[in-house]
Structures are given as structure tokens and as C-alpha cells.
């Protein structure tokens, strides 16, 4: 059980963020497979307060898909505080603010992880935020911008605290180590101990094991888990597992399994994204379910070559229904 502010959920764990990857068909597969808690793609504040389709179609949910948090990214205190008022009464159980993005684009535009570095603002941000909402409001950062001791995290994380954030998302690299390298779990520590409000520990959760591991170093309250979901929709509930102390590796999910979840994701795309961008996604998507299994190549290979729905879907099928009966764990790429 994790309590956020006003919000309590059943589970410790929980999926990030990921811009292009976490859309509704993602959530959906990963929800029935155990998920709890999922986040949306972040979306700028300037964009949503201008009704820009895009950003709308990205805020898509459905009942099932509950509890749901949206991420903003922004940086003028005013528009943060307006486009969260408007996410609360579209029906979102959390708002977070994105202080972690290193892409070069919105560090430069002074947004995501810009924002360790501007911690009055950053401070004068959390401020509107919190007047505007009653919601639960947390912020997602990394450790530092280029400093690796996790002091930017810290500062940031009292700063919120202080305003009234409900919960802190500490992921363990810096802005200038984008995602390469390895998260350093200490470095979230240090905002664990800084605060008193829940921190939820994130990077390098791949296995069940690693979520054990970040919560035992760090003494997170909960974990999220990036990259690891990605293929891989029966990671949340093993890591869940794991954390209430069932150890060992569980066995990996069957072809059958894989099969299932493939082509309900598959279909879930089609029918949320429709056949274009169902297909043009499941170029990268159906890469995430047959890394690390005999013959990944060559289907990411047919599925970049058509944009037949009905084809790929027969492509998928194929492939997954003729894996043998013992496979790997699932290795996300
Ligand atoms: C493709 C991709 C898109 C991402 N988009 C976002 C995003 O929109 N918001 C955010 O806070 N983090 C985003 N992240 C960062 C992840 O949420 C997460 O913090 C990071 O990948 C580290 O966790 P992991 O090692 O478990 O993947 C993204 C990461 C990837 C790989």
C-alpha cells in the first residue's frame, strides 16, 4: 500500500511516464497483468492551454484505466497552476510535475530537469500549483543536473515538500547521464531521508529482484518502473511480490501468455490509435515482446515492411504461437 496525499493505493508500484510509450493500449495490457498505479505521457501545460489535439488525444482514458496520473511539463508558474486545475476536473487522480526531462529542446527552454537548477522557481511553480488543486500533487526528478551527490534532488525535494507536494519521484541519473549509466540508488536515499513525505524510487527496474534492491538501498516508500514494463506487463505484479518478500525469479510467462498479451495489445492499439499509428507503433512495440527470443529479427524486420494491419496482427500470431515452451524472462531492450 502506498498513501499519496489524499490518494491511497494498493500498490507500491508503479509505471513512469514514457513519452511515445505509455499510451492507453500499454496501460490497459499492463493493468489487467497487475499494474496499479500508470501515468500518462507528459504533456506540455502551454499546449493543453491551447487545446492542441495532440496533446488531448495523448490525455485518452478509459474507466479501466484507474487510477491515472498526468505529467506536466512547464515552466511559468501561472500556466502550470492553470493547465493542473484543467487536468483536475478532467478527472486525473494526481498531477506531477516533469523536473527530470533531459532532452536538450526543453532543458534549453528552461523545463524538466532545468529546473534542479532554478530551484526558486521550481519553488514559485509548486506554490501555484498547489493554490490551484486540492488533487495530490508530486514531482518527478532526477539526482542532480550534472552533480551526482543527489544535493539538487534534496534541495528540490524540500522545496516541494514545503509548498505542499504530496510525494517526491527520485530517478537515480542526472540530466547529463540521460539514461545511460547506472542508477545510483544512494544518491535517491538522501531525498528519502531529507523529507517526510513518500518517495518513489525509479531507474534500472528490470527484474523483481531490482525493485527489492532500490527499495532495500534507497528505503523508498514505492517504486516505478520505466523501461522494464516495456514488453514486459507481468513485471509490475512480480516486482509488487517481490517487495511483500515472495523471493526468487518467478517463471517466465509462457508463449501462450506472450501470445495473448501481443495480440491484445495489438488490438487495443487498432482500436484507440486506429490502423496508421497502430501500425507505424507496433513497428517499436512488437520490437519490446520478442526481444531476447529465437527470431526477434526477423520480425521486427516483416512488421517494418507492411502497414496491413491484418498482416502484422497474422505476422505476430505466427511468431508467438510457434515460440517454444521454455522461454527467457522477458528482456526489455
Ligand atoms: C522513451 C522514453 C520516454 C520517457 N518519457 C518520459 C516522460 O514523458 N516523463 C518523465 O518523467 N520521464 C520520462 N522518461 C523517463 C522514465 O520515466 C524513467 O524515469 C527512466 O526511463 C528511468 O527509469 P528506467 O531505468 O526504469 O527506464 C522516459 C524514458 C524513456 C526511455
Given amino acids: 500500500m502506498l498513501k499519496i ?3 491511497t493505493l494498493g500498490s507500491q508500484v508503479m509505471q513512469s511516464p514514457m513519452a511515445d510509450c505509455s499510451d492507453l493500449p500499454f496501460r490497459l495490457v499492463s493493468r489487467r497483468r497487475g499494474l496499479g498505479f500508470a501515468f500518462t505521457e507528459m504533456i506540455s501545460a502551454q499546449s493543453l492551454l491551447h487545446g492542441s489535439r495532440k496533446t488531448l488525444e495523448v490525455l485518452k482514458t478509459t474507466p479501466e484505466d484507474r487510477p491515472l496520473g498526468a505529467q506536466l511539463l512547464g515552466k511559468d508558474p501561472a500556466k502550470l497552476a492553470e493547465a493542473a486545475a484543467m487536468l483536475a476536473d478532467m478527472g486525473f487522480d494526481l498531477i506531477d510535475l516533469n523536473c527530470g526531462c533531459p532532452v536538450k529542446k526543453v532543458v534549453r527552454n528552461g523545463e524538466g530537469a532545468a529546473l534542479l537548477q532554478a530551484p526558486d522557481l521550481a519553488e514559485r511553480i509548486f506554490a501555484a500549483m498547489r493554490r490551484a488543486i486540492k488533487l495530490p500533487l508530486t514531482v518527478k526528478t532526477r539526482i542532480g543536473f550534472t552533480d551526482e551527490s543527489g544535493v539538487e534532488a534534496v ?3 524540500r522545496r516541494a515538500e514545503a509548498q505542499g507536494f504530496d510525494a517526491i519521484t527520485v530517478h537515480g ?3 547529463k547521464q540521460g539514461y545511460s549509466g547506472l542508477a545510483d540508488y544512494g544518491a535517491v536515499a538522501l531525498v528519502r531521508q531529507a523529507v517526510a513525505v513518500p518517495v518513489i524510487g525509479n531507474g534500472d527496474v528490470r527484474a523483481p529482484a531490482d525493485a527489492l534492491r532500490l527499495k532495500q538501498e534507497s528505503g523508498c516508500h514505492g517504486v516505478m518502473v520505466g523501461r522494464g514494463g516495456l514488453g514486459n506487463p507481468w513485471l509490475y505484479r ?4 517481490a517487495l511483500a518478500g515472495c523471493g526468487g525469479q518467478p517463471p517466465a510467462p509462457d508463449a501462450a501468455a506472450r501470445c495473448a498479451a501481443v495480440l491484445e495489445h495489438f488490438d487495443l492499439e487498432v482500436q484507440f490509435q486506429g490502423e496508421r499509428r497502430a501500425a507505424l507503433n507496433f513497428r517499436r512495440i512488437g520490437a519490446w515482446y520478442a526481444a531476447g ?3 526477434a529479427k526477423g520480425l521486427r524486420i516483416a ?6 494491419v491484418r498482416l502484422m496482427r497474422r505476422q505476430l500470431l505466427e511468431f508467438f504461437a510457434a515460440l517454444p515452451e521454455a522461454l527467457p524472462v522477458p528482456r526489455p531492450l
Fill in 238 to 241: 512480480e516486482a509488487e511480490r
Fill in 5 to 7: 496525499g489524499g490518494l
Fill in 155 to 157: 534541495e528540490l525535494g
Fill in 293 to 295: 527470443l529465437p527470431g
Fill in 303 to 308: 512488421l517494418c515492411r507492411t502497414m496491413d
Fill in 173 to 175: 541519473r542526472t540530466q
